[in-house]
């Protein structure tokens, strides 16, 4: 399994000021090496303003400050007291500053977990909900810090805000002492650290070894029973009309509710599965809430209540859709 240098050079970035990952491309290129060619494109984003300073290439921890001749040359000249190191010759290329997408990074980190992606900002250095699992909208919270106590003080005020419980996503397990263990157990919280559950893949894109529904599901709270069973009744009934009739080749009704509702995925996830655009799952969405007269939340939040009741049972939607899908073979929908 190949180790990502990105989740380790990321806890080394916070400081005093925050949580700041920007830089130009020898400063990425010394922190995660040849990854910065990978996530230049993904999970960076280039910065209006250049660099007015250029890291030693003798890597000697001291910056060059950027003069800018009026001839056009551009040099990089050591600050340092004692000057001892040579003038570095740039040019605008090499100040290009690129800075972390976080908001990518949040996306990328729910796609890759197989969760809804969910951004909500905390007040809390370095730390923001990047994703939703489960029908109960369980937080995955995402923290980058590189003191150990700052990291417990966001598991303390994270626990006194997401009442009912989170996941916490770490780039490494480097700050985890038996204090914080002791923080997120108080707070019925999971953690997960990044560098041993995602790699970063030749194309950009962020993989899991396991899946959101295989880590993730001991942390969902306990339903609350308010469903009455008039209600899941008539819920079972429509769920199982709901593609009599249909003549449709893709994502038929009952496939979509079956990956939604009973399963729990991301509308996402039952895109890449029918095989079709995520707008045709949007309109599969609006008509079964249309027919079954309640949001998808709720529906979700009903699924979750009825527990061993029939609702939620079968797991198996591939199996299911490949059924449907020679089922439905008649198509009077244009192709998504």
């Known amino acids: ?196 559950h995602v790699t970063l893949l030749p194309s950009g894109k962020l993989q899991a070894h396991r899946k959101a529904g295989e880590l993730f599901r001991p942390y969902l709270p306990e339903p609350e029973p308010s469903a009455s069973a008039a209600e899941a009744k008539r819920v079972i009934e429509m769920s199982s009309r709901l593609n009599a009739g249909a003549k449709v080749r893709k994502a038929p009704l009952g496939v979509v509710f079956e990956m939604l509702v009973r399963q729990g995925h991301s509308q996402e996830h039952a895109a890449r599965e029918c095989g079709c655009a995520p707008s045709l799952i949007s309109a599969r969405v609006a008509e079964i809430e249309k027919r079954m007269g309640l949001p998808l939340p709720q529906l979700k939040a009903l699924a979750t209540q009825l527990g061993d009741m029939e609702l939620g049972k079968d797991s198996r939607a591939k199996s299911v859709y490949r059924k449907d899908f020679a089922d439905y073979t008649v198509d009077d929908e244009p192709d998504e």
Not at 6 to 29: C, K, N, S, T
Not at 118 to 144: C, D, M, S, Y
Request: net charge negative; glycine share 8%; hydrophobic share 45%.
């Open 1 to 196: 399994m190949m180790v990502t240098r990105l989740w380790r050079a990321l806890e080394q970035m916070g400081g005093p000021d925050g949580f700041e990952a920007a830089g130009v491309a020898a400063f990425w290129r010394e922190k995660i090496g040849e990854e910065f060619n990978i996530i230049k494109g993904t999970l960076l984003r280039t910065m209006p303003d250049p660099a007015d300073c250029y890291p030693c290439l003798r890597e000697c921890g001291c910056q060059h400050e950027v003069i800018r001749h009026d001839s056009g040359r551009i040099v990089g000249v050591c600050d340092c007291e004692e000057w001892n190191c040579d003038d570095i010759p740039l040019t605008e290329a090499d100040l290009v500053m690129h800075e972390l997408n976080l908001s990518k990074l949040g996306r990328a980190i729910a796609n890759a977990f197989d969760c809804n992606a969910k951004e909500i900002g905390f007040p809390l250095q370095g730390t923001r909900q990047v994703a939703a699992f489960g029908n109960a909208a369980l937080p995955v919270v995402l923290t980058i810090q590189r003191d150990p106590q700052e990291l417990r003080d966001v598991i303390a005020q994270l626990g006194i805000r997401l009442r009912k419980g989170f996941v916490l996503l770490i780039p490494t397990s480097r700050l985890v002492d038996a204090t914080v263990v002791e923080l997120l157990s108080n707070a019925k919280a999971g953690f997960f650290d990044l560098e041993s």
